[in-house]
Nanobody, 122 residues
Framework: VQLQASGGGLVQPGGSLRLSCAAS????????IGWFRQAPGKEREAVSC????????YYVDSVKGRFTISRANAENTAYLHMNSLNTQDTAVYYC????????????????WGQGTLVTVSS
């Protein structure tokens, strides 16, 4: 059972990135997928989440209107599309799964990816 987060990198303010979260060893179909981030010296925070049926999505206020979460069950992959990035978005981004429904609490997620670094800087 493994989650692989990828797609991070260095981007200028106002730029875009797409993060991917690929699952192996299990199917994502029955799992909610959450994206979290942790900036240096700060606690890990919930950024976005999508329920297993893809019918419900959640976003932290600071990314609403800029980030879009999606899932492609056929690819066993979830995505986080990030637009209009700013320096406050700089962090290591993690994906995680839990059965069916989203939660903002990190402790209830069963599996975690290794993280991918997003750096927003001019």
């Amino acid at each position: 059972v493994q989650l692989q987060a990828s797609g991070g990198g260095l981007v200028q303010p106002g730029g875009s990135l797409r993060l991917s979260c690929a699952a192996s060893g299990f199917t994502l179909h029955y799992y909610a997928i959450g994206w979290f981030r942790q900036a240096p010296g700060k606690e890990r925070e919930a950024v976005s989440c999508i329920n297993s049926d893809a019918g419900t999505t959640y976003y932290v206020d600071s990314v609403k209107g800029r980030f879009t979460i999606s899932r492609a069950n056929a690819e066993n992959t979830a995505y986080l599309h990030m637009n209009s990035l700013n320096t406050q978005d700089t962090a290591v981004y993690y994906c995680a799964t839990r059965p069916f429904s989203c939660s903002g609490r990190t402790g209830v997620y069963d599996s975690w990816g290794q993280g991918t670094l997003v750096t927003v800087s001019s």
